[in-house]
């Protein structure tokens, strides 16, 4: 359906669905082609060839964000093997500034949908759960940007913010009680009281700004 | 210097007076004593007033404004409403008063060479360095647009505007042009940073909001500098003689000024960054160096005739990460410290001097007319000029600025000393009516300051901007908002768009690459990670309600309260196999020297618990592994986050994390901290009210001397055994395994099994003794503490009497005052 984005008819469902505007839609689009190399779908390979991306330390991370199902709003589990352009606008439609116009209710669900994007990527296994092994995971990948910070530091931080989340999440537990791992509820806890305006958007212009990057 | 212009004796003896300066009576009555009894030859005692009068008067105005500030503090009530600087403004005119009603000179006044050389770099300094600068260049665009534009408009408008009524006849007969109104529209227009600071800094405004009044104020100085000297040259030159020529170069001097000032300071910044990198072996000058090369930027582009302004602005900002990465921590204390007090001392005299400086009659020259149109206009049209800029704005800005914003940064624009040093810098001879220029904005200033300054606390409250909330840094927030970074300029990258994290990234990528490289210590390059600070934090912070806790447990049962109902429902009880690595070891081991020592010096004035209170707190901060702290996220002059020693203990560090994983493994999370704390502050609370009970009374007043004397008792233990981490298996343990007896008291009252690691130690014994001065046999005296004859338990026996009696501690104060160190040579001083 990729190459049918002259389509106004489609377009217009894009924009329904997505919540872009038609200039950026077609910005994206042309991004889609350049990254998929003019095919309908893109595959993990093609992200190889965003240069800037291999500087960046959760890089796998995000790309399989692409490929999620449950990002891509297909099922509760598993990865795609390719995406289209539809899936593609539907990963980029997470990051939209909040309009204005939004009322709060849908102001909140936009913030949850965002949140659920950033928990999807934490939860690797898709069983609803942010368990320690996959916190100090994502830990680790994050401080591997640092060559100095040990793998040692990185799990006794992962640690330490499960415990802080644990206790933020469930406050007194019994003795017995075991914290199995961070649910979205929790998650959202966690998130509570803080701003995200600035933390999750980004700005999709209407200028051609792709000439600077190949 | 100092604006001591025609000024003999007379005006200090009279600030002496002023100042009840006792010193001075007493030179008085010396003087006589020295001229009468030898007239000639050698004179034992001389008064040379004249030889100190210039630094003498100085210090002695310090001194005021100091005492003044103070004096405000003792009444909370006025401070909450009325801002500092209108308070001292008011001062300022108070003591104007006096001194012009005794002396009939303006001696003092604040002069444009004091001001601009001397008071205004600290300020601004203070300002760049301490600039979050996250938020600053995420908000940089709007900042400068703000700064350039709005301060051009708001020059323009209101000096046209001016000179349109001036031309319809409404001010009178004034001998002034068009030129002239421009000259003074320019210096009247830059919102001053002094002022805004010092107001904002009490109002406390969402961040975003703050950092862009804020940025504002500072870097519109180029166009201030700029706009002054380009409209004065002008109207030197006179008004037929102006080209476009001209023009042009007054604009390309904006360029040139603007740009060239951030580039010095830049320079200097590296510079800076590039020396403390090499300061290891001169940690006593190292923070000279932090103030001499920001200063040396301010001076070198003022010499360049470039915006110092900018140029200290940008050395703060530049240098910060990398000066605070080097320095020590105690040098990076020394120039928080330094640094606040210096920009908070500057702050208080130039608007106590402004206050003086009013009181002059001579360069007063009133038109209502020109005064109160100044003042509408102003306000107008800066209401107009963020209006039609924050619309501009909007349309790219992610966080929009609502109305609400929009009208607490029209009423923010507040005029200060900038502007006053401006006006009176103004030649006479070609600026005709400068004594009506100067006295209107002596009005402006004081009109925006105090009035301005002292409605937008209740505006803000009324029109419920959202304010700034000050949150404990929380692990996960940290970690999330790094994730939602790399996501977002991976999204950027995968989009193909340059944003504002595509840049950001690419920044911190060059920056991690190259320059920190270049200018930061190999040491410091590694601990530098925010996550990692933050969490260091975290775990002091957890280790320190550790120690409370268990202290809250062991004072309960030192006083023998049976109610176990209200306890947290915490187990410390270490497994079997960790009882030695557990923190109370740790403790023990290393108070133990300390401890018995700083007894003697300490029991006379405390309590014991909070001897030990202390004792282990300092312990914590001495070995406990340490964070650099991040500063405070939000710029503050008055205020400083609490510091912090650089002790990074590696060792401890993983430790302690290995058993708190451990205990996390084993899924047992009983501890809520919090609540633990919250328990522990009711609990201590409760303890206060219950006035029966002789040590529930904690004495608040902390015996400085011995706090030193223990300080140094640390150090030297410290140096002369190091630590033996190895011994311990583990560390410090948070959270050991929940065991469920810990509800289940123990009749004797205590059980905080941490602070009795041997398990056959008497619980009646514990009972009477808190556990941590009942000297185990796990103690391991330090080498100091083996040579020195420690205090012994002996010490204790003869205490304890007293901790259970309801005596007052000055009873026991006279039974064992005068040989305190006695028991250490008591040959029978063994365990009890």
Same mark, same amino acid.
């Given at each position: 359906?990729?190459?049918?984005?002259?389509?106004?008819?489609?377009?217009?469902?894009?924009?329904?669905?997505?919540?872009?505007?038609?200039?950026?839609?077609?910005?994206?689009?042309?991004?889609?082609?350049?990254?998929?190399?003019?095919?309908?779908?893109?595959?993990?390979?093609?992200?190889?060839?965003?240069?800037?991306?291999?500087?960046?330390?959760?890089?796998?991370?995000?790309?399989?964000?692409?490929?999620?199902?449950?990002?891509?709003?297909?099922? +509760?589990?598993?990865?795609?093997?390719? &995406?289209? =352009? /539809? !899936? $593609? %606008?539907? #990963?980029?439609?997470?990051?939209?500034?909040?309009?204005?116009?939004?009322?709060?209710?849908?102001?909140?669900?936009?913030?949850?949908?965002?949140?659920?994007?950033?928990?999807?990527?934490?939860?690797?296994?898709?069983?609803?759960?942010?368990?320690?092994?996959?916190?100090?995971?994502?830990?680790?990948?994050?401080?591997?940007?640092?060559?100095?910070?040990?793998?040692?530091?990185?799990?006794?931080?992962?640690?330490?913010?499960?415990?802080?989340?644990?206790?933020?999440?469930?406050?007194?537990?019994? +003795?017995?009680?075991?914290?199995?791992? &961070?649910? =979205? /509820? !929790? $998650? %959202?806890? #966690?998130?509570?009281?803080?701003?995200?305006?600035?933390?999750?958007?980004?700005?999709?212009?209407?200028?051609?700004?792709?000439?600077?990057?190949? | 210097?100092?604006?001591?212009?025609?000024?003999?004796?007379?005006?200090?003896?009279?600030?002496?007076?002023?100042?009840?300066?006792?010193?001075?009576?007493?030179?008085?009555?010396?003087?006589?004593?020295?001229?009468?009894?030898?007239?000639?030859?050698?004179?034992?005692?001389?008064?040379?007033?004249?030889?100190?009068?210039?630094?003498?008067?100085?210090?002695?105005?310090?001194?005021?404004?100091?005492?003044?500030?103070?004096?405000?503090?003792?009444?909370?009530?006025?401070?909450?409403?009325?801002?500092?600087?209108?308070?001292?403004?008011?001062?300022?005119?108070?003591?104007?008063?006096?001194?012009?009603?005794?002396?009939?000179?303006?001696?003092?006044?604040?002069?444009?060479?004091?001001?601009?050389?001397?008071?205004?770099?600290?300020?601004?300094?203070?300002?760049?360095?301490?600039?979050?600068?996250?938020?600053?260049?995420?908000?940089?665009?709007?900042?400068?647009?703000?700064?350039?534009?709005?301060?051009?408009?708001?020059?323009?408008?209101?000096?046209?505007?001016?000179?349109?009524?001036?031309?319809?006849?409404?001010?009178?007969?004034?001998?002034?042009?068009?030129?002239?109104?421009?000259?003074?529209?320019?210096?009247?227009?830059?919102?001053?940073?002094?002022?805004?600071?010092?107001?904002?800094?009490?109002?406390?405004?969402?961040?975003?909001?703050?950092?862009?009044?804020?940025?504002?104020?500072?870097?519109?100085?180029?166009?201030?500098?700029?706009?002054?000297?380009?409209?004065?040259?002008?109207?030197?030159?006179?008004?037929?003689?102006?080209?476009?020529?001209?023009?042009?170069?007054?604009?390309?001097?904006?360029?040139?000024?603007?740009?060239?000032?951030?580039?010095?300071?830049?320079?200097?910044?590296?510079?800076?960054?590039?020396?403390?990198?090499?300061?290891?072996?001169?940690?006593?000058?190292?923070?000279?160096?932090?103030?001499?090369?920001?200063?040396?930027?301010?001076?070198?582009?003022?010499?360049?005739?470039?915006?110092?302004?900018?140029?200290?602005?940008?050395?703060?900002?530049?240098?910060?990460?990398?000066?605070?990465?080097?320095?020590?921590?105690?040098?990076?204390?020394?120039?928080?410290?330094?640094?606040?007090?210096?920009?908070?001392?500057?702050?208080?005299?130039?608007?106590?001097?402004?206050?003086?400086?009013?009181?002059?009659?001579?360069?007063?020259?009133?038109?209502?007319?020109?005064?109160?149109?100044?003042?509408?206009?102003?306000?107008?049209?800066?209401?107009?000029?963020?209006?039609?800029?924050?619309?501009?704005?909007?349309?790219?800005?992610?966080?929009?600025?609502?109305?609400?914003?929009?009208?607490?940064?029209?009423?923010?624009?507040?005029?200060?000393?900038?502007?006053?040093?401006?006006?009176?810098?103004?030649?006479?001879?070609?600026?005709?009516?400068?004594?009506?220029?100067?006295?209107?904005?002596?009005?402006?200033?004081?009109?925006?300051?105090?009035?301005?300054?002292?409605?937008?606390?209740?505006?803000?409250?009324?029109?419920?901007?959202?304010?700034?909330?000050?949150?404990?840094?929380?692990?996960?927030?940290?970690?999330?908002?790094?994730?939602?970074?790399?996501?977002?300029?991976?999204?950027?990258?995968?989009?193909?768009?340059?944003?504002?994290?595509?840049?950001?990234?690419?920044?911190?990528?060059?920056?991690?690459?190259?320059?920190?490289?270049?200018?930061?210590?190999?040491?410091?390059?590694?601990?530098?990670?925010?996550?990692?600070?933050?969490?260091?934090?975290?775990?002091?912070?957890?280790?320190?309600?550790?120690?409370?806790?268990?202290?809250?447990?062991?004072?309960?049962?030192?006083?023998?309260?049976?109610?176990?109902?209200?306890?947290?429902?915490?187990?410390?009880?270490?497994?079997?196999?960790?009882?030695?690595?557990?923190?109370?070891?740790?403790?023990?081991?290393?108070?133990?020297?300390?401890?018995?020592?700083?007894?003697?010096?300490?029991?006379?004035?405390?309590?014991?618990?909070?001897?030990?209170?202390?004792?282990?707190?300092?312990?914590?901060?001495?070995?406990?592994?340490?964070?650099?702290?991040?500063?405070?996220?939000?710029?503050?002059?008055?205020?400083?986050?609490?510091?912090?020693?650089?002790?990074?203990?590696?060792?401890?560090?993983?430790?302690?994390?290995?058993?708190?994983?451990?205990?996390?493994?084993?899924?047992?999370?009983?501890?809520?901290?919090?609540?633990?704390?919250?328990?522990?502050?009711?609990?201590?609370?409760?303890?206060?009210?219950?006035?029966?009970?002789?040590?529930?009374?904690?004495?608040?007043?902390?015996?400085?001397?011995?706090?030193?004397?223990?300080?140094?008792?640390?150090?030297?233990?410290?140096?002369?055994?190091?630590?033996?981490?190895?011994?311990?298996?583990?560390?410090?343990?948070?959270?050991?395994?929940?065991?469920?007896?810990?509800?289940?008291?123990?009749?004797?009252?205590?059980?905080?099994?941490?602070?009795?690691?041997?398990?056959?130690?008497?619980?009646?014994?514990?009972?009477?003794?808190?556990?941590?001065?009942?000297?185990?046999?796990?103690?391991?005296?330090?080498?100091?503490?083996?040579?020195?004859?420690?205090?012994?338990?002996?010490?204790?026996?003869?205490?304890?009497?007293?901790?259970?009696?309801?005596?007052?501690?000055?009873?026991?104060?006279?039974?064992?005052?005068?040989?305190?160190?006695?028991?250490?040579?008591?040959?029978?001083?063994?365990?009890?």
């Amino acid at each position: 359906m990729g190459a049918a984005h002259s389509a106004s008819e489609e377009v217009r469902e894009l924009e329904g669905k997505t919540g872009f505007s038609s200039d950026q839609i077609e910005q994206l689009h042309r991004r889609f082609k350049q990254l998929s190399g003019d095919q309908p779908t893109i595959r993990k390979e093609n992200f190889n060839n965003v240069p800037d991306l291999e500087l960046n330390p959760i890089r796998s991370k995000i790309v399989r964000a692409f490929f999620d199902n449950r990002n891509l709003r297909k099922g +509760p589990s598993g990865l795609a093997d390719e &995406i289209n =352009f /539809e !899936d $593609f %606008l539907t #990963i980029m439609s997470y990051f939209r500034p909040i309009d204005t116009t939004m009322g709060e209710e849908q102001v909140e669900l936009s913030r949850k949908e965002k949140l659920r994007f950033l928990f999807h990527m934490y939860d690797s296994d898709s069983d609803g759960r942010i368990t320690l092994e996959e916190y100090r995971n994502v830990v680790e990948e994050l401080l591997s940007g640092n060559p100095h910070i040990e793998k040692e530091s990185a799990r006794s931080i992962a640690d330490g913010a499960m415990m802080e989340a644990a206790s933020v999440c469930v406050g007194q537990m019994e +003795p017995d009680q075991v914290y199995e791992g &961070i649910t =979205f /509820e !929790d $998650f %959202l806890k #966690i998130w509570q009281g803080i701003d995200i305006e600035t933390k999750m958007h980004v700005r999709f212009l209407n200028m051609e700004t792709m000439a600077l990057c190949h | 210097m100092w604006g001591l212009r025609a000024r003999g004796p007379g005006g200090g003896l009279l600030l002496a007076l002023v100042l009840g300066g006792l010193l001075w009576t007493g030179g008085v009555e010396v003087e006589p004593g020295g001229a009468h009894g030898e007239s000639q030859g050698f004179q034992v005692v001389t008064f040379e007033w004249a030889h100190v009068q210039d630094p003498y008067v100085i210090a002695l105005w310090v001194l005021v404004a100091s005492l003044a500030k103070i004096g405000f503090h003792l009444s909370h009530k006025v401070t909450s409403v009325v801002p500092e600087s209108a308070l001292l403004i008011v001062l300022g005119l108070v003591l104007g008063g006096i001194v012009w009603a005794a002396d009939h000179i303006a001696s003092f006044t604040l002069t444009p060479t004091v001001f601009f050389f001397y008071l205004l770099p600290p300020i601004v300094l203070d300002a760049g360095y301490f600039m979050p600068n996250r938020l600053f260049f995420g908000n940089l665009g709007t900042i400068l647009l703000y700064a350039v534009v709005g301060t051009v408009w708001n020059a323009a408008t209101t000096g046209l505007s001016l000179y349109g009524v001036f031309l319809s006849g409404l001010m009178g007969d004034l001998q002034i042009g068009l030129l002239d109104f421009l000259l003074f529209g320019s210096l009247i227009a830059a919102v001053d940073p002094v002022a805004v600071l010092a107001v904002f800094e009490e109002v406390h405004v969402n961040e975003v909001l703050f950092i862009i009044v804020f940025g504002e104020s500072l870097l519109n100085d180029a166009v201030t500098v700029v706009l002054y000297n380009v409209f004065e040259s002008f109207v030197s030159l006179g008004g037929d003689n102006v080209t476009g020529v001209d023009c042009v170069k007054g604009i390309v001097s904006f360029f040139v000024v603007s740009l060239g000032g951030t580039l010095v300071g830049v320079i200097f910044a590296f510079l800076l960054s590039l020396v403390t990198r090499f300061t290891k072996h001169v940690r006593i000058i190292e923070p000279g160096f932090v103030f001499v090369i920001s200063y040396l930027s301010y001076l070198t582009s003022e010499m360049l005739s470039l915006s110092a302004i900018l140029a200290i602005t940008f050395c703060g900002i530049c240098c910060q990460k990398y000066v605070k990465a080097n320095i020590s921590e105690q040098s990076a204390t020394t120039v928080r410290y330094t640094m606040k007090m210096l920009a908070s001392g500057a702050e208080t005299i130039i608007f106590m001097f402004l206050g003086i400086s009013a009181v002059n009659p001579f360069i007063w020259t009133w038109n209502t007319a020109f005064v109160l149109l100044t003042l509408v206009f102003i306000s107008v049209y800066r209401a107009i000029g963020v209006v039609l800029q924050t619309w501009l704005l909007n349309r790219y800005r992610m966080v929009q600025l609502e109305p609400i914003d929009q009208v607490v940064l029209s009423y923010g624009g507040l005029r200060g000393a900038v502007a006053f040093a401006l006006v009176v810098l103004l030649d006479g001879e070609k600026v005709k009516e400068k004594n009506l220029f100067v006295s209107t904005t002596i009005i402006v200033v004081f009109f925006t300051v105090i009035f301005q300054g002292l409605t937008i606390k209740p505006l803000v409250q009324w029109l419920k901007v959202k304010r700034s909330e000050h949150r404990e840094p929380r692990l996960n927030e940290k970690l999330h908002g790094r994730a939602f970074d790399h996501i977002l300029s991976a999204i950027e990258d995968i989009s193909g768009q340059i944003g504002h994290n595509y840049l950001r990234d690419k920044w911190s990528h060059f920056d991690r690459k190259f320059l920190s490289r270049v200018l930061m210590r190999r040491s410091a390059q590694k601990s530098r990670d925010q996550i990692l600070n933050v969490f260091h934090e975290l775990n002091l912070k957890d280790a320190i309600s550790y120690v409370a806790e268990g202290e809250r447990r062991g004072s309960l049962a030192f006083i023998r309260s049976p109610s176990t109902d209200n306890m947290v429902n915490v187990d410390f009880t270490p497994r079997s196999s960790t009882v030695e690595a557990s923190v109370s070891y740790l403790l023990r081991e290393n108070v133990s020297a300390v401890c018995l020592d700083m007894q003697s010096l300490q029991q006379r004035r405390r309590s014991i618990r909070d001897t030990e209170d202390m004792v282990t707190h300092h312990t914590l901060q001495q070995y406990l592994y340490k964070p650099r702290q991040e500063y405070k996220h939000l710029y503050s002059r008055h205020e400083l986050t609490p510091t912090e020693d650089e002790k990074q203990d590696r060792e401890i560090f993983h430790r302690t994390m290995r058993k708190r994983l451990e205990s996390f493994k084993s899924a047992k999370l009983g501890l809520n901290q919090k609540k633990a704390a919250k328990m522990y502050k009711r609990e201590r609370a409760q303890k206060r009210r219950n006035s029966s009970i002789p040590n529930g009374k904690l004495p608040t007043e902390i015996p400085v001397q011995n706090f030193t004397i223990k300080e140094k008792d640390l150090e030297l233990s410290d140096t002369e055994e190091p630590p033996n981490y190895d011994e311990m298996s583990g560390g410090i343990e948070f959270l050991a395994g929940v065991t469920k007896d810990t509800a289940s008291d123990s009749p004797a009252g205590i059980d905080n099994p941490v602070f009795s690691p041997d398990e056959a130690l008497d619980r009646s014994l514990l009972a009477r003794v808190p556990p941590w001065l009942s000297p185990g046999e796990t103690v391991v005296p330090s080498q100091r503490a083996r040579t020195q004859i420690p205090l012994s338990p002996g010490t204790f026996r003869r205490l304890t009497p007293f901790r259970l009696s309801s005596k007052s501690v000055d009873s026991f104060l006279q039974a064992d005052g005068p040989e305190e160190r006695a028991p250490a040579a008591k040959p029978e001083s063994t365990h009890m």
